[in-house]
Structure formats: C-alpha cells, structure tokens
C-alpha cells in the first residue's frame, strides 16, 4: 500500500479538524517535565494519562551514596490528559528530586534537577587543548563547586575528573591537565547534587594539539612594503601573504600606515598579523567600485593585532563564506580594530543615498563588518565599526564570540544564521546611527536549523530603526503540517502535499534535499505534546531520533519546522531597543534568564502562524528584570507606538489550526519595577491556543495591571505573586 494511503482523510477534512484527543495507557507517560526548580516552585510534567494521577511523591535524592529522606506526598495541581503540576514541599531542600506519578494502572517516575546537556565546546572550538579548557553547556550544568567532568577513554578508564573554574546552571568551565594525551575522550558530568541521580554521559569531545608557532614567519616589508601612508603597498602584502601560503605561517606587519589599493586575500593555514594594533593601520584609498571584501579568505586564516581604514566599502572582512558557507571556518579574528564608513566627509543626501544603494549590493540587504562562516569561528576583544552591519554569521558551528564591541551603522542589523554550537558573550552591540536595528538568531534556507546558543553577559543598545528587535529568533516557513501514521522502527508517514503548503502565503521547504535536524511536533490528537528530531526523509518516510512514546493515529496532527532548539539568553543588559528578547515563532526549551530591560518592549515567546505553522514549546522566563518599562514606537514588530513593557506568551492563531501552540511556558522570579505587566494572550475565544503556563512569584510595581490573560486559555497556573502600587493585579479579557 502507498504510504499515503495510511494516512486517512483529505486536505479539507484536515483543516476542519478540531480540538484534542485524549490518550488511553494502562500507566501514564512523561514527555517532559520543567526544571531548575527549587522549594516552593511548581514543575509542570506532560505526557499522556495523566488525568487519572491521584497522588505524587517527591524525595530530595541525597548527594552522596547515603540514603536519601522518604520520599513526601505532595497534591496534583490542573491534571489533564497531557499534563499535571505539583510544587516541591518547601521542607525540601533543594537538591536534585526524584518524583513519583501514581495512578490505579500504574506509576512512572522522573528526575528532576539532573543536569541536560545541550553541547560541549573546548578552547580550539570543535575540540580542545592539553592545558586549555573544555566547557560544558545545558541546564542544570554544575548546582555547586562540587561539579565533576569526568573524561574516560574507550575502554572505561577515567583519565581526568575535573572541577570547574568558573560555574553556573546553564555554563561551567573545567580547565584541562597540561598531561592530557590527543584522541576521544568519553565525558560524564555530575552536576555537584543527587549523587548518581545528577550524573550523565555527555557525549565525546577530542582533545587536540596545541597549535605549533608558526614554521615561516615573513616581515612584509622584506617584500617592499613601505607602511609610510603614502606609497601603495597592496602588492607588497600580497606577495608576501601568497609566499606563506606555499606552506602556512605568518606575515608580519611592523610599527607603520599600510596604503591599499585593492582587497587582500589571505591562503589558508596564513595569520596577517600586526606589531599592535594601535601602533599598525591598514588604510583603504576611497573606491569608486569598492571590491566585494576588503579583507577575504577561503577560510583556516587568522587576523590580529591590526587596525583597518576605510571609506566606500561593502563586507571587510569577508571569511569561509566561499563556496558554501558550511563547508568554511576556522577564522580567527583577535585584536582588530575596524573604522569603516562610506559616508565620510562632506555629503549630500543624494550622495548618502547613492553611497547606501551601493552597500546594498553586497548581499541585497546590506554590506557587513564581518561576514563569516563555518566551523571554528573565533572573534575576541575587538572593536569592529561599520557602514551598515555589525556582523553575519552563517552556518557557525562552535563559534565563539566575546569580549568585542559591535556597531550597527546606517540600516544596520547583525544576524546568527543557522548556528549550531555558538557563544556569544561579553559584547557590546550598539546602534550608531538613528536608522540602526538590532537582530536575530535564527535558520535560514541555506541552513534549517539554530540550536544550542549562549548569549551570555552581553549589551544591547540604542536600536531605533525598523522593527528595534535587540534579540529575535524569527525565521519563516516549514516542512510540513497535516496527519501522520506510524509505519514501524521510529518512523512515520506524511500525507503528499502537505496541508499547509495549499494555503496562500506558505513558505514551505519540502522541496529542501535534507530535512535532517528539523524540530516534529505533535501538536494534537493522540500523542500531543511529543517532540523529536527529524534525521532523514525518503520521500514520505520520515525517520526519528527517537521513537514517539505514544503513536500518533489518524486524529494526531504534526507540524515539521526548521529547528530552534536550546537558546539561552542569560544576564545581557537590554536598553532603548523595541523589544529585549523575543522568541518568534518555533522555539523548543529555550531559556530567558537574568535579563535586565529597560525603554524596550520586555521579553515575549510568540507562536503563530509564520507563512507556517510554528510552535513555541518548554520555554522558561527566569529572574528577569524590567526597570523603566516604558515603550515608544516598539514591541513586538514595533507595533507599540506608546505602552508598558511585556513578559508574556502569545498566539497569533491560524483559522485552520485548533490546536495549542504554545505549551509549557515557566513566567517565575521576574521582577517587574515600573510600568510593565505580565501577559498570557492566546487570541481565541472557541478554543485553547494556549496549553500550560505558571506564572509563579514574581513582583510587579508602580503599574496599571500587573497579570492580563486574554483570550481562552487551557491551564494557567498562577500563585505566589507579589503587586506593589499596581491598580489592578489580574485581568481577564
């Protein structure tokens, strides 16, 4: 039989198709349950049969071998089929917690508090040095000092256990011993509470050589180069860039000014390095036709210790982008200094708009400071200005990105485009130009997936033009929506079209040659609430990363979408900019915390329809700050033109879906100090857009409405929130 014969119904029955179908187990299911969590806080588990729990228990799993306390009966909170709270005793001390869901069938139980690991990342990048350092990212990484990476070889035997030097929930740094051989190593990691119940594997990592100093080392002023600001030295550098590239190494550039006429490439395996970067500049004559880069390369090149000058221009630096950006990488920038503007000088307007135009030719949409791509990327203590975009990455895989000062010029905005395995943390990104937005982290068409992000410590500023987005994780379009049936081994069939892809205005990409890596969703019918990863298409089999524990059927309805999966968003200062931290669109147990806002729209999760369905699912907004909450002209697509600031989850339902898009959303902690309230808005009045949200101790001052909730909604648990000078602490509408 055809595989789509399996799949029963037509297009239009598909798009009538209303609400949930509660799921029949002889014991009941965990999909998956929210964590960190502490006395006092409420987890919300999903699965299925759940609507039969009569009685959870909770034991704080002791941290050594010992025995741990009995475990404590605590109520069920808001049962259903496919989801129940409870609140951890406040007798418990916090810890990691084993609980227990009975029903007259049967009983299921669950850890909480153990460590998730999201991906690894070592000093090198994609793999790390003796004597370097190995960080381990997720959540619940390392509850104390007491965290230990273990590193074993193949055959079992620990060769390091390793304490961390620097430490929080989501990130913990262990530095490696100088005596550690190269090769694969296993990893377990134990996150300082629960004993065995707080350990996990956590993949392999390779620990690699430290790299050598280079074997040629070129002064390019042996090869002529002046470096007196007036004499043309792009043939000089560039004959000796090519010298070293014949075997790799290094091209010097002493003390001077370094006048350029044209691009410089630099060969692979070659570092263009400068004396300091405030004692060498490189200068750029104007250009009538700027070249598509200034500075270029293939990719595995390096650039330090340099300042670069330049006027007309389109990307800088431009590295690993050529052929194909996933096939790049290895680019490492250090100490550089960028001063590249277009609108130098006494100008008129139409020479501003001309000299913008031309920037657009670039890419379309702009010119970048830095246009990189690929794996290994590296950019530190830099300070990098330009005429339009700070900054493109795509395709980044183990980048790391700190301690720089970015600016968005006239324009401007800076993108992460299908990341996997990116931190960014310790920068600046300010707008220095009234037209300058902010940016995004999301996939693209060349690359469908953006998962396992750090922002960390960074700020964000003074973004006033177009949508003002400091942080959003939007992207368009998906794979598929409709029924599916199970055909056995961890697959499934899909119907052929995809129901969305009838509907004006889809984005669909099921023409793409891969769908690896794409975020599934059950969004209705028999196993809501399950999730996995696409690994492979063969026409309309689609195979898992894991087999769904429920079996969908008939009434069950899926949405595919490029994945966006596992961003943390964690201590960045937000100020002037539209909104802070926006989740829009797909997002799957992505993390919000610590945050401080102020003059911006807040921090916001939307689901919708985006040309596709999109779901936003385990998100979680913790111990986040809104200081003035004042917003002018920003929110959400800057469709605020004067309001208060917003923490809040929202749908902007489509008329043929009738299922939740938003599920599990933890709103805890926030502190909200001035004109700003807390939003749950699911749009709907006919049916529950909205599945499953606590919105638990937080604190709202000097404001009009503390808690508005909107629309119908399925689950809303709300306790132990404090108002101070509020007129009205909830509101329904």
Request: aromatic content about 8%; glycine content about 12%; some cysteine.
């Amino acid at each position: 039989m055809h595989i789509g014969d399996a799949i029963a119904g037509s297009i239009s029955a598909l798009l009538g198709w209303v609400g949930l179908v509660g799921v029949c187990a002889a014991a009941p299911s965990i999909f998956y349950a929210s964590d960190p969590v502490g006395p006092d806080e409420t987890v919300l588990v999903t699965g299925a049969g759940l609507e039969e729990i009569d009685s959870i228990f909770v034991q704080r799993v002791r941290d050594d071998a010992d025995a741990s306390p009995p475990p404590i009966r605590v109520d069920p909170v808001q049962p259903s089929s496919t989801s129940v709270k409870f609140t951890i005793p406040t007798q418990v001390a916090s810890g990691v917690y084993r609980y227990t869901l009975a029903t007259r069938d049967g009983s299921v139980s669950g850890v909480l508090n153990a460590p998730a690991v999201f991906w690894s990342h070592g000093d090198r990048g994609s793999c790390a040095t003796p004597g370097g350092v190995l960080r381990i990212l997720g959540r619940n990484i390392a509850r104390n000092e007491n965290a230990t990476l273990s590193l074993s070889t193949s055959d079992g035997a620990i060769v390091a256990a390793l304490r961390p030097q620097r430490h929080t929930m989501w990130d913990a740094s262990f530095p490696l011993p100088t005596s550690l051989g190269v090769g694969i190593y296993r990893l377990r990691l134990q996150n300082g509470q629960g004993d065995a119940f707080g350990a996990v594997d956590a993949g392999t990592f390779e620990i690699c050589r430290s790299p050598t100093r280079p074997a040629v080392s070129i002064d390019a002023k042996s090869f002529g180069a002046q470096g007196d600001g007036l004499v043309d030295d792009t043939a000089a550098i560039t004959h000796a860039l090519s010298e070293a590239g014949k075997s790799g190494g290094e091209v010097r550039l002493p003390r001077g000014r370094y006048r350029l006429s044209d691009a410089l490439h630099i060969p692979a395996g070659v570092i263009l390095r400068g004396e300091r970067r405030d004692l060498v500049a490189l200068i750029w004559t104007d250009f009538a036709a700027p070249p598509p880069a200034l500075v270029e390369g293939g990719g595995d090149f390096g650039l330090e210790d340099v300042t670069l000058y330049a006027s007309n221009h389109r990307h800088v630096v431009d590295g690993g982008c050529a052929p194909q950006p996933k096939n790049g990488g290895r680019v490492r920038l250090h100490r550089v200094t960028i001063r590249a503007s277009a609108y130098r000088g006494h100008i008129s307007a139409a020479d501003a708009n001309r000299l913008q135009q031309s920037l657009y030719q670039a890419t379309g949409t702009g010119a970048d400071t830095l246009r990189l791509c690929g794996a290994d990327i590296e950019v530190t203590d830099s300070d990098l200005y330009g005429s339009s975009r700070a900054f493109e990455l795509l395709a980044p895989r183990n980048a790391y990105i700190a301690r720089n000062k970015f600016y968005n010029g006239r324009g401007g905005w800076y993108a992460v485009h299908g990341g996997d395995g990116v931190i960014f943390e310790g920068n600046v990104i300010s707008g220095v130009d009234v037209t300058a937005s902010g940016g995004g982290v999301s996939p693209i068409r060349t690359s469908l997936a953006s998962s396992n992000v750090l922002f960390y410590a960074n700020t964000f500023e003074r973004m006033y033009g177009w949508d003002r987005e400091a942080v959003t994780t939007d992207g368009p379009g998906g794979f598929y929506y409709g029924a599916v049936a199970p055909i056995g081994d961890g697959a499934i069939a899909i119907a052929s079209p995809s129901t969305a892809a009838a509907i004006p205005g889809s984005i669909s990409f099921a023409d793409s040659p891969s769908w690896a890596g794409a975020t599934l969703f059950v969004l209705g019918g028999r196993g809501a609430g399950q999730f996995a990863t696409v690994e492979a298409r063969d026409g309309e089999r689609i195979t898992l990363d894991k087999p769904l524990q429920i079996e969908p059927d008939v009434s069950s309805i899926v949405t595919i979408v490029p994945a966006r999966t596992h961003h943390l968003y964690v201590d960045n200062y937000f100020s002037d900019v539209g909104i802070a931290v926006q989740l829009y669109g797909t997002a799957l147990e992505s993390y919000v915390v610590g945050n401080v806002s102020e003059r911006s729209g807040g921090f916001v999760d939307w689901a919708l329809w985006y040309h596709h369905v999109q779901a936003s699912w385990g998100t979680q907004f913790l111990d986040n700050r809104i200081l003035d909450g004042n917003v002018y002209r920003g929110g959400s697509n800057a469709a605020t033109e004067a309001g208060d600031s917003i923490l809040g989850a929202f749908v902007a339902p489509w008329r043929h879906n009738r299922t939740p898009l938003i599920r599990g959303v933890i709103i805890r902690g926030n502190r909200l100090e001035g004109n700003a309230h807390i939003e749950i808005n699911g749009r709907s009045t006919d049916f529950a857009s909205v599945k499953d949200v606590i919105v638990e101790a937080n604190s709202i001052e000097h404001a009009d409405v503390g808690i508005v909730r909107q629309g119908l909604l399925d689950g809303v648990y709300r306790r132990k929130n404090a108002f101070v000078d509020v007129q009205r602490s909830e509101v329904s509408r």
